[in-house]
């Protein structure tokens, strides 16, 4: 089975500084990853994905994760962080083995002060 | 830009009423999916679909949750009786077949926050 870890509850970062939101996985064949994001009382907005190739994506708003295979990590990170990027973050993946059923961690709330 | 479109956006209830949710994907998904969301954490998979037919169902509780989606276009979720720890988000959310070109990318509603009284 599948699963995602987000060992993170919060994050607090100060607006201006690097930011960097953490997930695990576990899959039994190679991993399609993605990364989400939910503003209060919203649905979820897809920002990137890993499919295949170079590790490092980039996504919306200047969001960009690190695909490790061998630490099974993909963790979202942003070199500058805005207030407005408060919100609450997922890290999701899909096993292109299992059928389409993307399984989502926790979710980490991500605090940016000005 | 084409979305999930969900209704009602809030619905509060009593417990033991019945309630409906229902889902209008993009067009041409083939895929629909119905999660649940309790306050604070991930969304879990409840139903999916593929065009009419369910492909999984194994988290719904079926003694008082059923989905549908009869047209293999727009999708109805119906709670009865409802609890009050069936009170969460429900988000519905969308996808291209496999043979589409599909890589897993789900499109989501703005989701229905159900609160059980």
């Known amino acids: 089975a599948q699963s995602v870890a987000q060992p993170e509850d919060q994050v607090n970062v100060a607006e201006g500084n690097p930011l960097t939101v953490k997930c695990t996985y576990s899959v039994s064949g190679n991993p399609y990853l993605f990364w989400y994001v939910q503003y209060p009382n919203r649905g979820l907005q897809f920002l990137l994905k890993y499919i295949t190739g170079d590790n490092l994506v980039k996504g919306s708003y200047g969001f960009e994760a690190e695909f490790n295979k061998s630490q099974t990590s993909f963790h979202l990170k942003k070199p500058s962080a805005l207030v407005s990027d408060s919100a609450l973050y997922f890290c999701?993946?899909?096993?292109?083995?299992?059928?389409?059923?993307?399984?989502f961690g926790g979710g980490t709330r991500l605090m940016v002060k000005p | 830009e084409a979305e999930v479109a969900q209704s009602p956006r809030y619905k509060i209830t009593e417990k033991s009423q019945a309630v409906a949710f229902w889902c209008d994907p993009i067009s041409g998904h083939a895929t629909l999916y119905w999660y649940r969301q309790i306050l604070g954490q991930g969304p879990e998979l409840l139903v999916q679909?593929?065009?009419?037919?369910?492909?999984?169902d194994s988290q719904l509780p079926k003694d008082r949750f059923s989905a549908e989606r009869l047209k293999g276009v727009d999708s109805t979720l119906k709670i009865q009786p409802a609890e009050l720890g069936d009170s969460a988000m429900y988000l519905c959310?969308?996808?291209?077949?496999?043979?589409?070109?599909?890589?897993?990318?789900?499109?989501f509603g703005e989701g229905s926050r159900l609160t059980v009284l």
């Open positions: 999701a993946v899909r096993d292109i083995n299992a059928g389409n059923m993307l399984t």
């Open positions: 679909f593929q065009d009419e037919s369910v492909v999984d």
């Open positions: 959310a969308s996808s291209p077949s496999p043979e589409a070109g599909n890589t897993g990318e789900l499109f």
